[in-house]
């Protein structure tokens, strides 16, 4: 079945300490984003990539780094930088926009606590 | 610059009513529109989209969402809801810059049976 895969589920962390979310994407997508959820505030974008070897900062990049060197794969690394990085993370995918009406295609998401 | 409001941060009905839940936008050019339904500690799933054409749009699980241009609002609609309609329902409008999405915060349904 297409679709796309977050791991891990849930992930615990020290301050202090990197991590690294994989998001895995299997439906020939283009283009991959990450979005962080907090409660009450939404989705909001961290970073999108529309072509491999590229990438966008979106609204709030600060703290974190992404990659994008195969297409099927966007992998998010939440660094020490980040003041406050507990958070549900959410990775999409979408075909190109260009000629694409814009539905994005979300995983099941990782929630990642500092403790 | 794009943006959507939902002006309700919780929606409460009884099970067989009918339900609405508010969304307004503010975009420039042709607006395309979306809704979408989160399930605790689940990813997003898409329910419908508005590109062009009719103004109302019928989309998964019996859903339905009116676009009204004139007020700048595209409310999604059940004409009976169900327990297991309860969840989070986010709205988003497609940006003209490389085609990403603006969500709203979010309405948390409940369907009290």
């Known amino acids: 079945d297409g679709g796309i895969t977050q791991s891990p589920k849930y992930l615990f962390r020290k301050e202090g300490q990197n991590v690294t979310l994989s998001c895995e994407q299997n439906?020939?997508?283009?283009?991959m984003y990450w979005y962080r959820q907090d409660p009450g505030q939404g989705l909001r974008l961290i970073y999108y990539?529309?072509?491999?070897?590229?990438?966008q900062k979106g609204d709030i990049a600060e703290g974190y780094s992404v990659s994008r060197e195969k297409k099927e794969s966007f992998p998010l690394t939440v660094t020490s930088a980040q003041k406050n990085p507990t958070a549900f993370y959410l990775c999409?995918?979408?075909?190109?926009?260009?000629?694409?009406?814009?539905?994005?295609?979300f995983g099941e998401g990782s929630r990642l606590t500092v403790l | 610059a794009q943006s959507v409001a939902q002006p309700e941060d919780q929606v409460n009905v009884a099970e067989g009513n009918p339900l609405t839940v508010k969304c307004t936008y503010s975009?420039?050019?042709?607006?395309?529109l979306f809704w979408y339904v989160q399930y605790p500690n689940r990813g997003l799933q898409f329910l419908l989209k508005?590109?062009?054409?009719?103004?109302l749009v019928k989309g998964s699980y019996g859903f339905e969402a009116e676009f009204n241009k004139s007020q700048t609002s595209f409310h999604l609609k059940k004409p009976s809801a169900l327990v297991s309609d309860s969840a989070l329902y986010f709205c988003?409008?497609?940006?003209?810059?490389?085609?990403?999405?603006?969500f709203g915060r979010g309405t948390q349904l409940t369907v009290w049976p």
């Open positions: 999409a995918s979408s075909i190109v926009p260009q000629g694409n009406t814009g539905e994005l295609f």
């Open positions: 439906l020939n997508h283009d283009a």
């Open positions: 990539s529309q072509i491999v070897n590229d990438f």
């Open positions: 975009v420039s050019g042709n607006p395309y």
């Open positions: 508005y590109i062009t054409g009719d103004n």
């Open positions: 988003a409008v497609r940006g003209s810059t490389l085609g990403r999405l603006y």
